[in-house]
C-alpha cells in the first residue's frame, strides 16, 4: 500500500469506484473527500475563498463518510464551491468540520450520489481502509 494515507481509483462495472486508506477516521474522511474531487476533475478558481463549517451525526463511520462526501457534492452541485482545506474533529457523536475552498472553476465528470455500495471501513494493520462507489 504506496504511503500512509491516499486514494486510488478502482475499476467499476457502471460506476466509479474510489479505495481509500488513512492511519485515523479524519484522515480517511478527509482522503476521500480528496479522491471524490480527483475523480471529478475538479479545478477552482485561485484567487477567491470562502470558508464553511459543517456538523453531522457520528453515529457510524459508513453513515459518517457517505454523509460527509454527499455534503460535499451539494457544495459543488448548488453552491459551485469545492473545498482545499479541512479541519476535522470529532466531539462525542458530533462530526465537526472546518472548511476552506474556492469556487469552482472547471469539473470534467459529474458524481450523481455517494452510494452504499459494499460500503465497509475496514481496520488493517496500517490503519483504515474502505472503498466508495459514486453513482454517475
Known amino acids: ?3 500512509s494515507a491516499g486514494f486510488r481509483e478502482r475499476a467499476h462495472t ?3 469506484e474510489l479505495e481509500v486508506w ?3 477516521l479524519l484522515s480517511l474522511l478527509e482522503q476521500a473527500a ?7 476533475g475538479t479545478s477552482l478558481r485561485p484567487a477567491e475563498r470562502f470558508v464553511r463549517d459543517l456538523e453531522l ?3 457510524d463511520q459508513e453513515s459518517l463518510l457517505v454523509d ?3 455534503e460535499l457534492l451539494y457544495l459543488v452541485e448548488a453552491e459551485n464551491l469545492g473545498v482545499v482545506n479541512y479541519h476535522l474533529r470529532m466531539e ?3 462530526f465537526l468540520a472546518h472548511l476552506e475552498g474556492a469556487p469552482v472553476a472547471n469539473l470534467t465528470k459529474e458524481i450523481k450520489a455517494v452510494t452504499y ?17 459514486f453513482d454517475v
Not at 34 to 40: E, F, I, V
Not at 117 to 133: D, S
Open 92 to 94: 462525542g457523536d458530533k
Open 117 to 133: 455500495h459494499n460500503l465497509a471501513i475496514r481496520q488493517t494493520e496500517r490503519g483504515l481502509r474502505a472503498n466508495v462507489v
Open 68 to 70: 460527509f462526501l454527499t
Open 22 to 24: 488513512a492511519p485515523d
Open 14 to 16: 457502471a460506476d466509479w
Open 1 to 3: 500500500m504506496p504511503g
Open 57 to 59: 451525526p457520528a453515529n
Open 34 to 40: 480528496r479522491g471524490m474531487y480527483t475523480l471529478m
